[in-house]
């Protein structure tokens, strides 16, 4: 967080152009708001996904003249209460993490800022029962359009979810996708960017079984719904 404005900085000088400007645009919800898509209440969720999946979308209309996908990241809670409190701390810690005694005192002291959810040394029984659970909420059109930055006349009619879920994700699904990754490199590099380099998991991976090979060691991939509107 420190240096934030500085990769921003890195950013613009890596990839000067952002891309078409997709239509309708997505619009990012800064405060809590009633989630109807999860149920409950969601709050902004800080992460590097946005940035990482961009530059896939740019890769896919560049190489395979495919529509970029337009994202937000939110985490949910069940009670509005709950959602205003990690709102309202969540934005003081990224307030204190621009400064390096704020980072110093929060790296000291995880637990007592995080009500005790985050803390040094966990055991193997409150990492087996620690759970994940990710919804994919996408919103778009039935029809492909013929050029991928055309514009399309009527409303998004059609929703797709997928539910993506497992447990420990810090030590055992971490490394369950960082060991299959690996084994997909050597294993299905026929199926990866011929000319090698440096590419985003969607880029790398998208043509491989790598969904596949998580799915069968717990970490799941499940196609929730998909319905017209």
């Known amino acids: 967080m420190s240096e934030v404005e500085e990769l921003k900085s890195i ?12 239509h309708p645009t997505l619009k990012h919800k800064w405060f809590v708001h009633k989630n109807k898509a999860v149920g409950g209440w969601s709050v902004p969720f800080p992460t590097a996904d946005r940035s990482v999946i961009a530059r896939s979308q740019r890769y896919f209309l560049q190489h395979n003249k495919q529509r970029p996908i337009q994202l937000f990241s939110y985490v949910t809670f069940p009670y509005l209460l709950l959602a205003l409190a990690v709102w309202v701390l969540g934005g003081l810690l990224l307030l204190a993490a621009k400064f390096k005694a704020g980072r110093e005192f929060i790296l000291k002291h995880p637990r007592l800022l995080s009500g005790g959810l985050v803390g040094f040394d966990p055991s193997e029984k409150a990492m087996s029962n620690l759970y994940f659970s990710f919804t994919l909420y996408g919103k778009g059109w039935k029809d492909k359009m ?10 998004p009619n059609k929703t797709l979810v997928v539910k993506v879920s ?17 084994v997909t490199v050597v294993q299905q ?20 079984t790598l969904i596949e090979d998580l799915n069968k060691h717990g970490v799941k991939f499940e196609l929730v719904s998909v319905k017209e509107i």
């Open 146 to 155: 013929t050029e991928p930055t055309d514009k399309h006349t009527e409303k």
């Open 189 to 208: 590099a026929d199926k990866m960017p011929a000319s090698g380099g440096v590419y985003t998991p969607g880029v790398a991976f998208g043509k491989t």
């Open 11 to 22: 950013r613009k000088k890596l990839f000067p152009d952002c891309g078409p400007k997709m």
């Open 166 to 182: 497992g447990n420990n994700p810090a030590y055992g699904a971490t490394c369950v996708a960082l060991v299959l990754s690996a």
